[in-house]
């Protein structure tokens, strides 16, 4: 029997039977919605069903699911069945907490509203809260993302953040673990490749010998860096009680968990002569709290560190470099000298083996000389 044309009569006693049922496509696709208790709003749900009278079945089945899903306090389906505007007061706080970046927070945001904001707003304006959300809800995202908003190659870093968004908002209580394990679903792509420039060690040599003479409080970040291929805000994040001494002789630095990318410690547990000296005069001659500050005394700013290192390399060797590029080089070169990898991540204070192994697994005409050297009779 063909419900459709009862249904769209209007009829008291069809739209009583099959209450929370409307026809989209007749015959095909039909959208349900019902209030998983009083006061709650509504959740919407697009089903594929050939009658209204199968689209109302599988309401219920829908309904008996979420209702097992969310056998949870009252408190907790406050949480549930919250705003998006609220829940990002709440997602800001967490992350503020963590001590991110102001730039982080502000990436957080900007991915937060363009989807909960724009895109919803425009693809999915009935969507309330996150316990209305889907695989398809995403999936739509990424379209519009790719195509609407023409950032194709921006959404591996984008479904990052919508990833690190939403498995805040679970921690948090505003959407059930069967969401975050449909974006699991979502692989996220591999990053493309960045290709550093080929800079001789005379280069290297010459361009730190202009920045010592030139900008000295920068020199002694920037080779830290070069010596232990440690990250750029982590390294200007120093203090000077973070300097374990053997009398007046630094011997290691405990690089706190709050300063790393992992927010995990890593200490540098051994330093040469060379490093000794530079950690010494970083010590010495100004009153701040900071190992390496800037010319006035404050935190050496990592931004402007960046800019500085990419100007002036520019300029003095004709080619445009970042702290990045000397932590590049220094797994590079522990890479072609087969150096033991636990001693490269000691220094360097890595956690990641999978990108540690990548630089390993390059290959160099050196390395293929030696190949052919040991198969020679």
């Not at 304006?125 to 790719?146: E, H, W």
């Amino acid at each position: 029997m063909d419900w459709t044309p009862i249904f769209e009569s209007g009829l008291e006693n069809t739209m009583a039977k099959y209450e929370g049922v409307r026809e989209r496509v007749p015959g095909k696709r039909y959208e349900v919605s019902w209030r998983p208790h009083k006061g709650a709003a509504r959740i919407f749900r697009n089903v594929e069903a050939s009658s209204i009278s199968e689209a109302y079945y599988k309401r219920q089945q829908l309904m008996a699911d979420n209702a097992k899903n969310i056998s949870v306090s009252d408190e907790d389906r406050k949480h549930l069945t919250a705003g998006f505007a609220e829940i990002w007061e709440s997602v800001e706080k967490d992350v503020t907490s963590d001590k991110r970046a102001k730039k982080t927070i502000g990436r957080y945001k900007k991915v937060y509203w363009r989807l909960f904001g724009e895109f919803r707003e425009k693809i999915y304006p009935s969507v309330d809260n996150p316990n209305q959300l889907s695989s398809a809800y995403f999936t739509r995202y990424k379209i519009y993302y790719a195509t609407d908003l023409n950032k194709q190659d921006g959404w591996r870093a984008e479904l990052i953040i919508v990833k690190a968004i939403m498995k805040r908002m679970y921690k948090l209580g505003y959407c059930g673990e069967d969401l975050i394990n449909k974006l699991k679903e979502f692989k996220t792509p591999k990053g493309n490749k960045k290709e550093f420039p080929n800079v001789s060690d005379s280069k290297i040599k010459e361009l730190f010998t202009f920045i010592k003479n030139d900008r000295p409080d920068y020199y002694r970040p920037l080779e830290f860096i070069r010596r232990t291929g440690r990250r750029r805000k982590e390294v200007t994040l120093i203090r000077k009680d973070d300097v374990i001494l053997k009398g007046l002789t630094p011997i290691a630095i405990n690089i706190r968990a709050e300063t790393t990318k992992t927010r995990q410690k890593a200490p540098l547990n051994y330093l040469d002569e060379d490093l000794t000296k530079l950690i010494q005069s970083g010590l010495s001659g100004n009153k701040t709290e900071w190992l390496f500050p800037n010319r006035v005394g404050r935190c050496c700013n990592p931004d402007k560190l960046y800019q500085y290192i990419k100007g002036v390399s520019l300029e003095k060797i004709g080619v445009e470099l970042t702290p990045h590029y000397f932590r590049h080089r220094f797994f590079t070169e522990c890479g072609k000298g087969s150096l033991p990898i636990a001693d490269v991540q000691a220094i360097s204070g890595i956690k990641d083996t999978k990108v540690l192994f990548e630089y390993y697994s390059h290959s160099t005409e050196e390395g293929q000389a030696k190949v052919l050297e040991k198969t020679r009779l």
